[in-house]
């Protein structure tokens, strides 16, 4: 998978597969948000997931990629610090808020500030086209924010802690994607970045969920569901998280960037064609502009 990966890096159709990658990475991040802030608590759920996918990438690092070299591992290490950082503010943002206003807010603060930093890292420029689909995509993704808001029993005043979270976590977004584009352009190999990733980043967050369960910072969960959500939750990081990447190794990191926050698009066509949720005149037409903005994005 490597060698085609890395023979089609630059041509037209890598960028294709990019386009392709990204959106397969915004159908999977669509349901992956939700796992975290189901019934379980999101620092166990985060704990579950974070267990599962790096007990299942170490074998699969050890038996296909060569061990990263030093200049990677400290990348790795990099990349393992502002990850956690991440997790971080956005459980606290979970723990403080609505899902419905929290992640939209993330999202919509992601695609801009990405682009920024991908300009200043990478020198990629954007078309005044494309700068108009980001504005499109990142407003549209806080309107809908807004108008979750507006239905919410909790205010503005009483979600403002957790919208501020929410923003913080966005411009953390941005800043992963950027730095994991340069560890994954680092490595000879992208695989070897990626499942050595998973299992760097792996041990942190289970250790601190059984702390918290210890301490009774949050209630302690059914092992048995719990560990099926993390499994769940792993397949869908792997395939989230690893198909970005790659659409980073082979395309603008701005552009895989934006187009993975069409993720709330499809959040929103999953619970209406799937789950029967009510999606109304006002969402169904800013889901619209988003998707609108993301078809800017690629090809204004």
Same mark, same amino acid.
């Given at each position: 998978?490597? &060698?085609?990966?890395?023979?089609?890096d630059?041509?037209e159709?890598?960028?294709?597969?990019?386009?392709?990658?990204?959106?397969?990475?915004?159908?999977?991040?669509?349901?992956?948000?939700?796992l +975290?802030?189901?019934?379980? &608590?999101?620092?166990?759920?985060?704990g579950?997931i974070?267990?599962?996918?790096?007990?299942?990438?170490l074998p699969?690092?050890?038996?296909?990629?060569?061990l990263?070299s030093?200049?990677?591992?400290?990348?790795?290490?990099?990349?393992w610090?502002?990850?956690?950082?991440?997790?971080f503010? +956005?459980?606290?943002?979970?723990?403080?808020?609505?899902?419905?206003v929290v992640?939209?807010?993330?999202?919509g603060m992601?695609?801009? #500030?990405t682009?920024?930093?991908?300009g200043?890292?990478?020198?990629?420029?954007?078309?005044g086209?494309?700068w108009?689909?980001v504005?499109?995509?990142?407003?549209g993704?806080? !309107?809908?924010?807004?108008?979750n808001?507006?239905?919410?029993p909790?205010?503005w005043?009483?979600?403002a802690?957790?919208?501020?979270?929410?923003?913080?976590?966005?411009v953390?977004?941005?800043?992963?994607?950027?730095?994991d #584009?340069w560890?994954?352009?680092?490595?000879?190999?992208?695989?070897?970045f990626?499942l050595?990733?998973?299992?760097?980043?792996g041990?942190?967050?289970?250790?601190?969920?059984a702390?918290?369960?210890?301490t009774q910072r949050?209630?302690?969960?059914?092992l048995?569901?719990?560990?099926?959500r993390?499994?769940?939750? !792993?397949?869908?990081?792997?395939?989230?998280?690893?198909?970005?990447?790659?659409?980073?190794?082979l &395309?603008?990191?701005?552009?895989a960037a934006?187009?993975?926050?069409?993720?709330?698009v499809?959040?929103?066509?999953?619970?209406w064609?799937?789950?029967?949720?009510?999606v109304?005149?006002a969402?169904?037409a800013?889901?619209?502009?988003?998707?609108l903005?993301?078809?800017?994005?690629e090809?204004?």
């Amino acid at each position: 998978m490597s &060698d085609f990966i890395l023979s089609i890096d630059g041509t037209e159709a890598g960028a294709r597969l990019a386009l392709i990658l990204a959106l397969v990475s915004a159908v999977a991040h669509a349901s992956f948000g939700a796992l +975290q802030k189901g019934r379980h &608590d999101p620092w166990l759920s985060r704990g579950a997931i974070d267990a599962c996918y790096g007990m299942m990438a170490l074998p699969m690092a050890l038996l296909l990629t060569p061990l990263p070299s030093a200049g990677l591992w400290w990348a790795l290490a990099g990349a393992w610090g502002i990850h956690v950082v991440y997790k971080f503010l +956005q459980a606290m943002a979970y723990s403080r808020g609505a899902y419905t206003v929290v992640y939209p807010v993330a999202r919509g603060m992601g695609p801009l #500030a990405t682009v920024a930093l991908a300009g200043i890292v990478f020198g990629e420029s954007f078309s005044g086209g494309q700068w108009g689909g980001v504005a499109l995509l990142s407003g549209g993704i806080m !309107a809908l924010a807004a108008v979750n808001l507006r239905g919410h029993p909790l205010g503005w005043r009483d979600m403002a802690p957790a919208i501020g979270l929410a923003l913080l976590t966005g411009v953390m977004i941005a800043l992963y994607t950027t730095y994991d #584009a340069w560890g994954i352009r680092l490595a000879d190999d992208p695989l070897t970045f990626l499942l050595w990733f998973f299992v760097v980043d792996g041990w942190t967050f289970p250790l601190i969920a059984a702390w918290r369960v210890r301490t009774q910072r949050s209630p302690a969960s059914p092992l048995r569901p719990l560990l099926a959500r993390g499994l769940l939750g !792993a397949l869908i990081a792997f395939l989230s998280f690893g198909a970005v990447m790659l659409a980073t190794r082979l &395309d603008k990191v701005g552009e895989a960037a934006a187009l993975r926050e069409t993720s709330v698009v499809f959040a929103g066509l999953i619970g209406w064609l799937v789950l029967g949720e009510r999606v109304g005149p006002a969402r169904a037409a800013l889901m619209v502009v988003i998707a609108l903005g993301a078809i800017a994005v690629e090809f204004a």
